[in-house]
């Protein structure tokens, strides 16, 4: 690991039930969606993805795409 680039967070688990997920993942209408997360500093970046699908409930797990 290169010592001057930050070290990554540590996955956190997630603050929600899989009911939750679910039923949240059961809302979203196909199409095209807006991607967040923070950087390493702590600003919110964000993206368009052209695909969002859920992969998995048990961990929950969504696979987002490019175009």
Known sequence: MNPSL?????????S???REFRNALGMFAT???IVTARNAAGELVGL????????????PLVLWSLS
């Open 48 to 59: 368009t993805a052209s695909s969002f699908n859920s992969v998995s409930l048990e961990p």
């Open 31 to 33: 199409g095209v969606t």
């Open 16 to 18: 929600f039930s899989t």
């Open 6 to 14: 930050p070290r990554p967070a540590l996955a956190l688990p997630p």
